[in-house]
T-cell receptor, first 111, second 115 residues
Framework: QKEVEQDPGPLSVPEGAIVSLNCTYSNSAFQYFMWYRQYSRKGPELLMYTYSSGNKEDGRFTAQVDKSSKYISLFIRDSQPSDSATYLC???????????FGAGTRLTVKP | GAVVSQHPSRVICKSGTSVKIECRSLDFQATTMFWYRQFPKQSLMLMATSNEGSKATYEQGVEKDKFLINHASLTLSTLTVTSAHPEDSSFYICSPKQRSNEKLFFGSGTQLSVL
């Protein structure tokens, strides 16, 4: 079993749809959770950062962490074609810990 | 977010040549530098970790003599792919990290194509 599981997709939705992206993990020591967006042939850019459990909202993006279920989610409201990218979840135990990445989910938002 | 500069963005070279990739952290000091490789439609694969002034630690299966890493300063690290072969063709991404910061920031990546 991989330490971090993420459905690679691809996921295709119409413009305006609500998108739900998810990751599960097995290491209960993970405390820091991140979502990165990666456009084709570009480096990943940090989209959302969450510490421990709870929700965090930033514009059209909401990140949720459920540590009891070892499950994290990223929601995108009113999705736009410019949101088309690969979304990577990432997590670590702490500042000195190694970062573990999901496989990435390829998202296409069709106009 | 932090500003990371990675060059070149794309390089095409002949088999047997060496290629150097530079990664700079422009607005913070990177005590640690991660180098990743990414094949098409796959996730990031950690190649090596280097701490400033120390030798790099390589992941299993990554040849240290082929992928030379230099991290001589807190703002600059280089990855040299020596005697490149077509199977080394990939997207290479650096990630400088501050000691006390759990977030990772990435360079824009370098697409290496070895003919």
């Amino acid at each position: 079993q991989k330490e971090v599981e993420q459905d690679p997709g691809p996921l295709s939705v119409p413009e305006g749809a609500i998108v739900s992206l998810n990751c599960t993990y097995s290491n209960s020591a993970f405390q820091y959770f991140m979502w990165y967006r990666q456009y084709s042939r570009k480096g990943p850019e940090l989209l959302m950062y969450t510490y421990s459990s709870g929700n965090k909202e930033d514009g059209r993006f909401t990140a949720q962490v459920d540590k009891s279920s070892k499950y994290i989610s990223l929601f995108i409201r009113d999705s736009q074609p410019s949101d088309s990218a690969t979304y990577l979840c990432a997590m670590s135990e702490g500042p000195g810990g190694d970062m573990r990445f999901g496989a990435g989910t390829r998202l296409t938002v069709k106009p | 977010g932090a500003v990371v500069s990675q060059h070149p963005s794309r390089v095409i070279c002949k088999s047997g040549t060496s290629v150097k990739i530079e990664c700079r952290s422009l607005d913070f000091q990177a005590t640690t530098m991660f180098w990743y490789r990414q094949f098409p439609k796959q996730s990031l694969m950690l190649m090596a970790t280097s701490n400033e002034g120390s030798k790099a630690t390589y992941e299993q299966g990554v040849e240290k003599d082929k992928f030379l890493i230099n991290h001589a300063s807190l703002t600059l690290s280089t990855l040299t792919v020596t005697s490149a072969h077509p199977e080394d063709s990939s997207f290479y991404i650096c990630s400088p990290k501050q000691r006390s910061n759990e977030k990772l920031f990435f360079g824009s990546g370098t697409q290496l194509s070895v003919l």
